[in-house]
């Protein structure tokens, strides 16, 4: 018995040793995910694998919570990769509260700290380049407020329905996140605030991407890309 298992040993213990290696690489350091859900265009599209940076804030133990050095923040504006509070899922959203902050959406304008974010339409060239099907269904603005900006996307059927929420305070711990596809994002309008141990890292790139709506064919013009 002895002699087949040190056989199977010899055989077989790179591939465990590099199996071990990526596990815990994924865990800690960085990781690729797909992303599923349409929530997040158009900077991120449904089919996208994109690459996560697990040491962006810090470093945690690996297939664990427990973080061991702690060496930055998530900043408004960043894309980051959370465990969803209600069911656990994975999600992916851009951080627009920091502790601190007072966040307010009036008929869908964003107020931070009492100041009102710009809306400017995209020009219909800088549409055009946009990665999102049946784009004229949809209005593109470039949404700016206290320096940050990123181009969000209302669908044009949902004229007449704003979403509007009261002044809220983003206590120690916490973070207000949203989508930049506004009409159709479960975010923190429906599972609330996301607390930091449940940030797992900044999303940064696109590593490839294949079009779910299209045998899932690859989209090479987005292969190792940056996130705007």
């Known amino acids: 018995m002895n002699a087949r298992f040190n056989k199977l040993w010899s055989e077989w213990r790179s591939f465990v040793v590099f199996v071990v290696v990526m596990l815990i690489f994924r ?135 704003y979403s509007t929420f009261p002044p809220q305070p983003i206590p120690a711990g916490y973070y207000m996140m949203l989508g930049d596809n506004r009409d159709n994002s479960s975010d923190s309008r429906r599972i609330g605030l996301v607390t930091r141990d449940r940030i797992m890292g900044r999303a940064h790139a696109v590593a490839f991407s294949v079009d779910l709506d299209n045998y899932y064919l690859p989209r090479l013009s987005r292969f190792f890309t940056d996130l705007p």
Do not use: C
């Open 27 to 161: 865990s800690a350091i960085a990781d690729w995910n797909q992303v599923p859900s349409g929530s997040m265009k158009p900077s991120i599209l449904p089919g996208d694998r994109i690459v996560v940076d697990k040491l962006a804030y810090d470093l945690a133990v690996p297939f664990t919570w427990t973080r061991m050095f702690r060496w930055g923040e998530p900043k408004r504006g960043d894309v980051v990769t959370f465990d969803n509070p209600m069911d656990e899922r994975l999600f992916v959203k851009r951080v627009i509260g920091i502790p601190g902050d007072v966040v307010e959406l009036r008929r869908n304008q964003l107020f931070v700290n009492g100041e009102k974010a710009s809306y400017d339409p995209l020009r219909a060239d800088e549409i055009a380049e946009l990665p999102v099907p049946n784009a004229s269904a949809y209005r593109f603005f470039r949404e700016t407020v206290l320096g940050h900006s990123r181009v969000i996307m209302v669908s044009r059927r949902a004229t007449g329905t």
